[in-house]
């Protein structure tokens, strides 16, 4: 993901011109859920937070913008027991699945104002899976104190794509209530873990609910 933001930073630094014209800041929380074979086979639903970058187009009076977006994801997070027959000790099996996407593309809908302000778009993205299996003996009294050892992981990437839905509620002059529902889809991911790694092109669902800050470098 340092990649990730080191690209959205460098784009954010190039637009610098244009957001003096006109740009908003959307913070959401986000519900993800596989909706394929190949996805269901390695994830679970899960739960993240987004954010998304919006300039409106000169031109078009607000009413079509560039989007970029950073977003995180934890797919999987499942902790297996195992106990020694004949000491009783207590070992557990950590696996975890994070998943992170940066992505830029157009959204259409107004973003001047009024009260109820349907949209829609699509954007292009990077996906980037880190998967990773701990071994870990507790220690009941003292977290710290647990001995952890880093079975296996990997890191792999995809190109993918999303497209999406939404409504925008104003609440406050320069504040307003989103809520999306994004289909996504990624192309050529290698299979998280395994000697005989395969590739699988998973789709996702995400519901999004999040707060919009308009006008972030210019209040009128």
């Known amino acids: ?32 859920s596989p909706t394929d074979v190949d996805a269901r086979r390695f994830n679970r639903p899960g739960y993240g937070l987004s954010g998304e970058y919006l300039v409106a187009l000169p031109g078009t009076q607000r009413m079509c913008s560039l989007v970029i977006g950073l977003e995180g994801v934890n797919l999987l997070s499942k902790s297996v027991t195992l106990r020694d027959p004949v000491t009783g000790l207590r070992v557990e ?22 009260t109820l302000r349907p949209f829609g778009g699509a954007t292009l993205a990077w996906h980037v899976n ?21 079975l296996r992981g990997r890191t792999s990437s995809a190109f993918g794509w999303d497209a999406y839905a939404g409504v925008d509620v104003t609440v406050g002059d320069y504040t307003s209530i989103v809520g999306a529902v994004h289909m996504l889809h990624a192309y050529g991911q290698p299979q998280q873990l395994g000697p005989e790694s395969i590739t699988i092109q998973p789709s996702y669902v995400q519901a999004r609910l999040g707060v919009c800050f308009a006008d972030i470098l210019r209040r009128e």
């Open 130 to 150: 880190d998967i990773s299996v701990d071994v870990v003996v507790p220690d009941d009294t003292d977290r710290q104190n647990e001995i952890r050892q880093h």
């Open 1 to 32: 993901m340092t990649r990730a933001l080191a690209i959205l930073l460098l784009l954010l630094a190039c637009l610098a011109p244009v957001t003096a014209h006109a740009a908003d800041l959307i913070v959401s929380g986000v519900l993800m």
């Open 93 to 114: 099996q950590q696996t975890s699945q994070e998943l992170g996407r940066a992505s830029i593309g157009l959204q259409f809908g107004s973003r001047g104002r009024g």
